[in-house]
């Protein structure tokens, strides 16, 4: 079993109307060690005190590897009557929880020779990729390979990050940054908004077998279906990675 440690709420604001941003330091003034991409587990009880844990991936943005951070930041969308939601949505500056972590492989790979990645995420799934920037910044600059992020929510409202990935995109050339939106356009339109889902902008972009690796990251039907399509499409399923987002009571 990984070891359980300590969190104690620093700060929190909420990204949009049912999603909440949470900063955390470890209570044991240890600090946390992660790649960019992984998650960390919560661990409470139900009201019955049956044990649960949900899991988050960390949105902290950091040096761009696996050095030691200070702070550990999620976000968490609200589910009605999701007992995850009654503990953390409820949490006061101070107060204290259980974690542990970290988790998962949905990482840049060293030894990725790619010439493009497709970065596609849906709500909190595109979390990871906050973290990924620094990183991202370093493997540009190094490889001189192309980042495309393709960000799907229902309106502008629901675009977690945007003002993060909009600065990233005016300072890292060979950044670009979609917002699809399926819903509503943004006030002041941009010229790489789309209206409609990420797979219409996924086809658009044209993946290419021998050049791109793409991420995958939210809801499971979009997951699924951009896997799909991807694999139509020739992409190796090694070059497909995948982490689905479910809503948990």
Do not use: W
Not at 80 to 99: M, N, Y
Not at 151 to 169: C, I, K, M, S, V
């Amino acid at each position: 079993m990984a070891e359980q440690f300590p969190l104690r709420l620093v700060s929190s604001y909420m990204l949009a109307d049912a999603v909440r941003h949470l900063v955390f330091e470890r209570a044991d003034g240890q600090a946390f060690a992660f790649a960019p991409g992984q998650f960390i587990q919560v661990h409470f009880h139900y009201a019955d005190g049956k044990p649960t844990k949900r899991s988050y991936s960390v949105a902290t943005v950091g040096a761009g590897d696996a050095t030691p951070v200070s702070r550990i930041e999620i976000a968490v969308s609200y589910v009605e009557g999701g007992a995850a939601t009654a503990l953390l949505g409820g949490l006061q500056e101070g107060e204290t929880i259980t974690a542990s972590g970290p988790y998962g492989r949905f990482c840049l790979f060293d030894n990725d020779a790619n010439r493009r990645y497709l970065l596609v995420g849906t709500g909190t799934g595109i979390t990871p990729y906050r973290a990924m920037l620094p990183q991202l910044r370093q493997v540009i600059a190094a490889r001189g390979c192309e980042v495309n992020l393709i960000f799907g929510a229902r309106n502008e409202q629901e675009l977690l990050y945007d003002a993060d990935f909009t600065a990233f995109e005016r300072e890292v050339p060979g950044f670009r940054y979609y917002a699809c939106l399926s819903r509503v356009p943004r006030a002041q339109p941009r010229a790489q908004d789309r209206q409609g889902h990420v797979q219409a902008l996924i086809r658009e972009l044209a993946p290419d077998p021998a050049g791109d690796i793409a991420y995958l990251c939210g809801n499971p039907n979009m997951v699924d279906e951009a896997f799909t399509l991807l694999k139509e499409a020739g992409l190796p399923v090694p070059h497909i990675r995948r982490e689905k987002y479910i809503s948990s009571k």
